[in-house]
């Protein structure tokens, strides 16, 4: 069971204390022989390309945890 969120007032309004999330998903047939870059702005268009760019220059973007590059 998911663990309820936290939440603070600042200003009279209620934020969600910033937390983690993380994304994981199988391995497609048509993914083989394609470098993760090109899987994620290709089949995960609900981003910018500019935002998968950022998250692999900050190693947030992992591989079987471990970090990854755009070569891979």
Same mark, same amino acid.
């Given at each position: 069971m998911a663990t309820p969120p936290q939440f603070i007032w600042?200003?009279?309004l209620r934020k =969600? =204390?910033?937390y983690y999330y993380?994304? /994981?998903v199988r391995t497609?047939?048509?993914w083989v022989g394609r470098t993760v870059y090109d899987v994620f702005t290709t089949e995960f268009r609900n981003k910018t390309e500019d935002y998968y760019v950022s998250r692999v220059n900050? /190693?947030?973007a992992f591989l079987k945890h471990h970090v990854t590059d755009r070569r891979f």
């Open positions: 600042e200003n009279g =969600v =204390v910033p993380t994304d /994981s497609k047939g048509r900050l /190693s947030i």
